[in-house]
């Protein structure tokens, strides 16, 4: 029995150790939870930082993209127009009087009296003024008197020199006699027309007491009054003009003309004139001639424009501007002024060529302000940038905007 009692507790001791180990394989099993945990977790993370590399590599390549699309500049194009348009042709201009001479005397003396002040029409062959001339009248009074002598000379060697022929046919003298007298005879001839000549001169110089005008004009200036000493024109070094008279029934107006413009000038043209005081009013003029030569000064080819002014519209020495119509070229191209780029090479243009800038050197023909005319280098399909910048070179690749293209 007590052997029975000592095994009793021994089984007891062994079931509930049995039962420990029972009891405690639940945990044994939470343990592997926790490990798939740990899994997940760390697929999770590698996941989440594998996303966000994608999506930083992708904002890289974004940037990288919108970088290069923002090296490439975007230009505004235009397309050359064909022909230049006809323009006006504004020059300045002297107008002349058509016939203009300053009026001189011939002969010294007082003047007596005038009878025309500036702005006096007068015609051919009216008086202008008198002169008195003393001198002149004393000189040709002898030069008269004296004509009168070798006349009297010449008859009287006349006579002897007949008489001396009759004695000559009866051998009453030498023939060295008869011939001594015709040669006195001959040389007093000679005197008398010598002496009439002389009286003629005065005479003219005594005509020329009286001024009148050479053609009919105006009196535009007037340089003497009544008592003034008058010297003769040709015979000083500074004469004093007395009268200025100007025919102004037709006008000459001379222009310069650039010689840009010198072969679209020809005679027969039409030419319209205005004046500053009113620019509305035109006068027109014909081109009647030209220098047919370019001035070595100034470049410039000297134009004559014609125009009747028997209305008195224009006034001689007036300043005028003349407006000449050149006809347009149709062989050439016509580009903003905002395309010329200025290189130290020349005058370039930038013209796009398959999405690549191509710096064109171009000539310019006339310039009209905000366009300019061009007469080689362009073709008809080129595209031309506007506004270039100063940076711009051959070769760089560009972005044509769609607005723009094919203006």
Do not use: C
């Not at 679209?264 to 005081?277: F, N």
């Not at 940038?385 to 560009?398: K, Q, T, W, Y």
């Amino acid at each position: 029995m007590p052997t029975q009692q000592a095994v009793e507790p021994t089984r007891a001791d062994v079931v509930p150790a049995h039962k420990e180990d029972v009891a405690t394989a639940p945990p044994q099993g939470g343990s592997g939870s926790g490990r798939m945990l740990g899994i997940v977790l760390a697929v999770a993370l590698l996941a989440a930082i594998f996303y966000g590399i994608h999506v930083r590599s992708s904002h890289e390549k974004e940037l990288a993209q919108a970088t290069d699309e923002a090296a490439v500049p975007t230009v505004n194009v235009v397309r050359p127009k064909l022909g230049s348009a006809a323009q006006e042709l504004v020059l300045p201009g002297n107008v002349q009087a058509f016939t203009e001479t300053p009026i001189y005397s011939r002969t010294d003396g007082y003047l007596k009296k005038w009878y025309f002040d500036i702005g006096s029409h007068v015609r051919r062959g009216q008086l202008l003024a008198e002169i008195e001339t003393p001198e002149i009248d004393q000189q040709l009074q002898q030069s008269r008197s004296e004509l009168e002598r070798i006349q009297a000379n010449m008859e009287l060697a006349g006579v002897t020199s007949n008489r001396w022929q009759s004695l000559l046919a009866k051998h009453a003298v030498s023939q060295q006699e008869a011939d001594q007298a015709r040669s006195n005879y001959i040389a007093a001839q000679a005197a008398v027309d010598a002496s009439k000549a002389n009286v003629r001169r005065l005479e003219q110089l005594q005509s020329y007491e009286k001024i009148v005008a050479p053609f009919d004009g105006i009196i535009t200036a007037r340089n003497t009054d009544i008592g003034d000493l008058i010297t003769a024109g040709s015979g000083s070094t500074n004469p004093r003009e007395l009268f200025h008279l100007a025919a102004t029934g037709k006008l000459r107006v001379y222009v310069s003309v650039p010689e840009v413009y010198a072969d679209v000038i020809h005679d027969g043209d039409k030419a319209d004139l205005t004046e500053d005081s009113d620019p509305s009013v035109k006068i027109s003029g014909v081109i009647v001639r030209n220098a047919r030569a370019i001035d070595y000064s100034t470049r410039t080819l000297n134009v004559e424009v014609d125009v009747d002014n028997r209305d008195g519209a224009l006034l001689p020495g007036a300043y005028v501007f003349a407006h000449f119509h050149v006809p347009g070229g149709s062989n050439t191209f016509t580009i903003p002024s905002n395309t010329l780029l200025f290189r130290a090479e020349g005058l370039r243009v930038g013209a796009v060529r398959n999405d690549r800038v191509q710096l064109v050197p171009v000539t310019i023909g006339h310039d009209y302000g905000g366009t300019v005319e061009v007469t080689s280098g362009l073709t008809g399909s080129d595209e031309i940038i506007l506004d270039p910048s100063d940076s711009l070179a051959s070769g760089m690749s560009v972005l044509v905007s769609g607005g723009a293209k094919g203006r």
